[in-house]
C-alpha cells in the first residue's frame, strides 16, 4: 500500500531563506505527483505537477523535483516571503490508477516564514 | 479560471440528521472526490465518481454516500450524522486518463455535528 510521508512536519524560517520541503513516498509506481498548498481553514491550491517521466517543474519562486527511484520528491522555495506561510501538502498518482488518478496524500508541512 | 465550489463553508448540524454536502465543478472534468481532512490523519477519501451515475468507494465510505446525476456535480450524503463526522470536508476534480491531468480543490465545508 502506498504510503506518502513529509518532513518535517513543521519549519520556521526567517524572510528571505531558501528552503526545502520533502516528500517520500513507498511504492515508486506512480503517474504522477502534485504539490498544493493549503491556507488555515481553505481548500487546497495547486502549485505543481510532475509526470512520472519527468524530472522537475517550475514555477517562478518554486521548483519541484522528482525522483521515481528513490521515491523522493522535493519542493524548493526561493527568496522566502511571510505570504508563503501554509501547509504544503504532496500527493502521488498510483499507477494503474490514471484513469481516475486518485491521489494519496501526505499529512503535509506546516510552513512559517518570520518577517 | 477553473473553479470548484463546495455549497457551504460553515455547517452545524445536530447528531441523527441526514446532511447534503454539495460540489459544483464548472471545468467539465469527468472525475470528482470526496475527502476528509483531520488533523494528524491528512486528507482521506471517502468517495470517487469518473463518471455520471458512476460511483466508488473510497478508504472510508461507512457513514457515507454519495450522488452524481449531472456531470458537473457530486454530492456527498451523510445519512445519519455522528459527531465522530465532525470534519473539514473537501471536493476535488479532475480530468480523467492523463498523466498531466491536475485535480482542482473547492474552499472546504467544515461541518460540525453537535
Known amino acids: 500500500k502506498q504510503e506518502v510521508t513529509q518532513i518535517p512536519a513543521a519549519l520556521s524560517v526567517p524572510e528571505g531563506e531558501n528552503l526545502v520541503l520533502n516528500c517520500s513516498f513507498t511504492?515508486?509506481?506512480?503517474?504522477?505527483l502534485q504539490w498544493f498548498r493549503q491556507d488555515p481553514g481553505k481548500g487546497l491550491t495547486s502549485l505543481l505537477l510532475i509526470q512520472s517521466s519527468q524530472r522537475e517543474q517550475t514555477s517562478g519562486r518554486l521548483n519541484a523535483s522528482l525522483d521515481k527511484s528513490s521515491g523522493r520528491s522535493t519542493l524548493y522555495i526561493a527568496a522566502s516571503q511571510p505570504g508563503d506561510s501554509a501547509t504544503y501538502l504532496c500527493a502521488v498518482g498510483p499507477f494503474g490508477g490514471g484513469a481516475t488518478n486518485k491521489l494519496i496524500f501526505g499529512t503535509g508541512t506546516l510552513l512559517a516564514v518570520q518577517p | 479560471d477553473v473553479k470548484v465550489t463546495q455549497s457551504s463553508r460553515y455547517l452545524v448540524k445536530r447528531t441523527g440528521e441526514k446532511v447534503f454536502l454539495e460540489c459544483v465543478q464548472d471545468?467539465?472534468?469527468?472525475?470528482m472526490f470526496w475527502y476528509r481532512q483531520d488533523p494528524g490523519l491528512g486528507l482521506r477519501l471517502i468517495y470517487f465518481?469518473?463518471?455520471?451515475?458512476?460511483?466508488e468507494k473510497g478508504d472510508i465510505p461507512e457513514g457515507y454516500s454519495v450522488s452524481r446525476e449531472k456531470k458537473e456535480r457530486f454530492s456527498l450524503i451523510l445519512e445519519s450524522a455522528s459527531t465522530n463526522q465532525t470534519s473539514m470536508y473537501l471536493c476535488?476534480?479532475?480530468?480523467?486518463?492523463?498523466?498531466?491531468?491536475?485535480?482542482?480543490f473547492g474552499q472546504g465545508t467544515r461541518l460540525t455535528v453537535v
Open positions: 511504492d515508486s509506481a506512480i503517474y504522477n
Open positions: 465518481s469518473y463518471d455520471v451515475k458512476m460511483k
Open positions: 476535488a476534480s479532475s480530468l480523467r486518463g492523463s498523466r498531466d491531468t491536475e485535480a482542482f
Open positions: 471545468m467539465d472534468h469527468e472525475n
